[in-house]
């Protein structure tokens, strides 16, 4: 157990991507522990819920980064590791659980939150658990972005559809991988752009197919940079990569590590009648690049 002499206020949730309506629910947190005079934290799962069943959905961040991120916020992280013996957990079970665990006073929860065996636990229970056992509860309304709620899964679909500005506006900052430098066959050398082949990026959603104004990210330093994400047609790709061209930049960095952040989608992936041709429209989007992110911070 913890805090058993003033107990806890957790805010629960598995907070992928840590965005605007998490945030919300974590400030709601602080704000609720310090009513009750008691400490504020978080518990979430190490895993996603659905890898215990085979399914391994793609996520806005990898896991090392999501609890890195909630770890940020200042409060103190309790995350277990979801199995089946957990997936069969009651709702009730579940609830009793972290009351005993950590002393609970108070518990934070998103409008949509569901808990226990197949979801069975729902806002509704968990408010009347908490008038039973003696804890507050405090449902978050959804924070809305362009009168919608914001939400895990829509930030998925913006990125999906390659709508990178509202999936940067709903994260409350830029979309992002992080991975490494790996040798690819060196077609944009060639071209006379050479491209950042990243490669264990984790399970991490990709942006719709297509060309991107991006930031880089090498070594603290941010560069401007073109992404494309896609099988490049145009010189018979057989599988998905992100590559990424960074403007006044010349290093090798093969094997290092490297940061890409999503701007604005240029244009969709193309096959082009050659190299020549590809060539031309590299350089209209090196250009295009230039100006979208002349404006924008580092």
């Known amino acids: 157990m913890m805090n058993e002499k003033h107990g806890t206020v957790i805010a629960l949730g598995t907070f992928d991507g840590v965005h605007a309506g998490h945030r919300m629910l974590l400030q709601e947190a602080k704000t609720l522990a310090a009513k009750l005079g008691a400490q504020p934290m978080i518990y979430t799962f190490r895993n996603h819920p659905l890898s215990p069943f085979g399914r391994e ?5 990898t896991q090392l980064e999501r609890l ?7 409060l103190p992280v309790a995350a277990d590791v979801f199995d089946l013996e957990f997936a069969a957990t009651s709702p009730e079970d579940f609830i009793k659980m972290l009351s005993e665990r950590f002393c609970m006073r108070g518990a934070v929860v998103g409008f949509n939150y569901t808990f226990g065996s197949k979801g069975k636990g729902d806002t509704e229970l968990l408010r009347k658990m908490g008038k039973e056992m003696g804890f507050a509860v405090s449902v978050m309304e959804p924070v809305s972005h362009e009168g919608k709620p914001v939400s895990s899964s829509r930030i998925r679909h913006c990125l999906e559809e390659g ?6 506006t709903m994260l409350g900052k830029r979309y992002a991988l992080s991975g490494t430098v790996r040798m690819n066959r060196r077609i944009g050398h060639t071209l006379g752009f050479p491209t950042a082949n990243l490669e264990n990026y984790g399970n991490k959603v990709l942006p719709l197919s297509g060309v991107y104004a991006t930031k880089a990210i090498f070594k603290g330093r941010r560069y401007d940079a073109v992404t494309n994400v896609g099988n490049n047609p145009t010189v018979e790709g057989c599988r ?3 590559e990424t061209h960074i403007l006044n930049f010349d290093a090798d960095i093969y094997g290092m590590p490297l940061r890409v952040e999503f701007v604005s989608r240029i244009r969709g992936e193309v096959k082009f009648s050659g190299r020549e041709a590809l060539a031309a ?3 209209s989007d090196v250009e295009t690049a ?3 992110l002349k404006n924008i911070e580092k």
């Open 281 to 283: 429209q590299i350089a």
């Open 68 to 74: 890195y991120a909630l770890e940020a916020s200042g």
């Open 240 to 242: 998905t990569t992100v």
């Open 57 to 61: 959905p793609k996520l806005l961040m």
């Open 290 to 292: 230039k100006n979208i």
């Open 163 to 168: 709508e990178i500005p509202d999936a940067n």
